[in-house]
């Protein structure tokens, strides 16, 4: 895997984040909370399909977004690769490639996008119960994880649209339950927050 083939993702994310910016008009808090540099872990919850974008579009930084892996096995799989997306194989019960190329990006130096969800919500519950990855990809490389929210919606010139990030956390002295267990509440808090 190489770091730094992500020169489509740079030349497709200005394009998209006019296109995105113009046509949903989202609204962006905290985005200053994304670090300028170094690893870090992106999770929040999973709304709708173009969640990934909307994050993309919060930092000049390439995301590197872990996505199902019936999008790369599709017959536009190849610009998921190209665009350095992570397959996952939602039907597994481990998915071990996928967590260790996350933290091989993480470890040197790199931005993931997780959605611990692992799937679109499409019940009236608030978050789904969160899977583990998000947390062990952050304990394993002592990289922090940044919560965020997505709430509203994807309408033209939306005007409830909002994706928030919260303060980075440090999980690192917590077990993996605990950490699971705080960033769920950390990103449902979010979504309190910001309006469901």
């Not at 931005?111 to 679109?120: W, Y």
């Amino acid at each position: 895997m190489k770091i730094d083939n992500t020169i489509i993702y740079k030349i497709l994310r200005p394009i998209f984040t006019v296109i995105f910016k113009l046509y949903y008009n989202p609204t962006i808090i905290n985005k200053e909370y994304i670090p300028e540099n170094g690893g870090a872990v992106i999770a929040g919850n999973h709304k709708h399909a173009l969640d990934p974008i909307l994050v993309d579009i919060c930092t000049k930084r390439v995301v590197h977004t872990l996505a199902k892996k019936d999008l790369h096995d599709g017959k536009f799989g190849w610009l998921f690769d190209l665009v350095g997306t992570i397959p996952v194989d939602l039907k597994a019960k481990h998915n071990k490639q996928a967590l260790e190329s996350a933290i091989e990006y993480l470890n040197k130096g790199a931005l993931i996008n997780v959605s611990p969800e692992a799937k679109r919500n499409y019940t009236n519950e608030t978050l789904l119960p969160f899977k583990v990855g998000a947390v062990v990809m952050s304990q394993r490389t002592n990289c922090n994880i940044i919560p965020y929210s997505i709430t509203g919606d994807y309408k033209f010139r939306s005007k409830n649209l909002r994706i928030t990030f919260g303060k980075p956390l440090d999980l690192s002295k917590l077990t993996v339950e605990e950490a699971n267990k705080l960033l769920y509440e950390k990103v449902k808090e979010l979504i309190l927050y910001s309006g469901k």
